[in-house]
Each structure stands twice: as C-alpha cells, then as structure tokens.
C-alpha cells in the first residue's frame, strides 16, 4: 500500500545491484511513493548486477558514478538536477566495500592499501557526497540524507574487520555534516542500524548465515528484512521526520537492546548438557 509520501520529491539513490539489495527495494518503494530519483553506482558494480532492469521499472534515469571521485560526483549531481527538474530532496548511500574481506583478511593483518580502500568507498564517499551537493547548492529545504549502517560500529564480530571502522566513519560523518547542513539547508543526516540482511555484500562475509541466524534468535521481533529496512528509509525520506537528524537509528528487532533471549539460552543449555 502507497501513501504518497514522497510525491513531487526528488532523489538520488547510490547502490542498487540487484533485487537483494537494500537500495533496489528502496528505489522500488520511492517509486511508488511518488517519488522521482536517478540511479548511480561504480561502473564495475553496474556490470555486475542488473540496474537496467530496476531503471526501467521506476523510469530512473543511470548516472554512473564513483562515489570515491569528486568530479564525477559533481557529474552526477549536475545530471540528476537537469534530470528530474529542480533539487534533489533525499539522497541514500547505500555503498560499502571490504578487499580485505573479501580476501579474508584478519584484523591483525590488513593490507593498509586496500583498508584505506575500504574507508573511502564505504565511508568517506558518504562525505563527498555531501560536500559536492553543499558546494553546487543542490539540496532543497529539509532534504534528507541517510546512510546504511551496521551494529558492527559499536560492538565487535567476527570477520567484519575493517568494514567496522569505515562503519564507525560512517556515523560520525552523519553527525558531523548532520549540524552543517541543518544550519545551512534545515537539511537532515542521518545512519540506519540495520539487522544482518541476505544481501550479495552481506553472503560474502565468512560465516554469514550462522551470524544471520544468532542476529534473529537474538532479536525479539527477528531480523529486519530488506523490504522492511526500505519502508523505514521512506519514512526518513519523507516529512514526518522533519526534525530528526545527526542520529544513528537502529533497524534490528530489537537485538542491540538484548542481553540474552530464550532460543539462545537453549541453545547453550543444550549444548553444555
């Protein structure tokens, strides 16, 4: 069911690969929102997944962009503004990237190249970002700007590595741009906490599908899914949340608020009989 939350706005959303990704569900519902948004991500990730197929369904227009570049980000900013007719209302970074995951990599062995890597495409893309739509004065009024995040940024998991400092990254950007642009544009940031999520990143962590099973046993109402985790970005993009900014709102069922819950408790019980 639409409610029109997002009629007449305009939008850019970064990271849509394919129908598992976060940003693809979040396209889909802005779409039926009302919404009017180009798609963009990194050349490489564009051959590897199926955007062209998401472009159509929701008449969006594909501006490829390395988020990491500012020039083509000002590309994409320029483009997107032409594109939809007037500035842009909402934005959702919903990019990150580990080679030393996906070389399984141990934290007391990262290759320091590749963690500066992950830092930059995963976090400080998020402030270049910004930065080029504060220098273009692309951002309407109370526009609002989200980032997907993961708990990691807090607490320790094993094998999310460095992925968990670009996380950290990630937040205290949203906090720090967060007081530039409302002073500037009423504009908000803010970062989604979301639950584990069967997402082609998410499955190429090692061990992924028993973190995802302890996240939603530890989770009182279980794990956020993609389609839910979109219906919550809505929200953040629409104005009924005029005045939440700088904040770090957590998606996961309720697992950061639980000590221990009974289908783990038996777990252990069971196994220590």
Known sequence: MAFNLLKGKRGIIFGALNEDSIAWKVAERAFAE???????????????????KLSEA?????????????????????KSVEALGGKIDFILHS????????????????????????????ALSFHKIMHVAEKK???????SIVGLSYIAAQRIFPDYTDMADAKATLESIARGYGARLA????????TISQSPTMTT???????????????DKMSPLGNASADECADYVIVMFSDMTKKVTMQNLLHDGGFSASGM?????????????
């Open 34 to 52: 009302g919404a009017r948004f180009t798609l963009t991500n990194a050349p490489i990730a564009m051959r590897m997944g199926e955007i062209n």
């Open 58 to 78: 929701c008449n969006a227009p594909i501006i490829p962009a390395d988020a990491t570049s500012l020039e083509e980000l000002e590309n994409l900013i320029d």
């Open 95 to 122: 990019i990150g990237m580990s080679p030393n995951i996906r070389k399984g990599k141990e934290y007391g062995d990262l290759n320091y190249d590749w963690y500066l890597k992950t830092l930059d495409v995963s």
């Open 137 to 143: 004065d692309a951002l309407n009024e109370y526009a």
């Open 183 to 190: 002073r500037l544009k009423k504009a908000r940031v803010n």
């Open 201 to 215: 990143a998410g499955k190429g962590i090692a061990g992924f599908g028993a973190f995802y099973d302890f996240a």
């Open 261 to 273: 819950t009974p289908e783990v408790m038996n777990i252990f019980e069971n196994n220590l009989k």
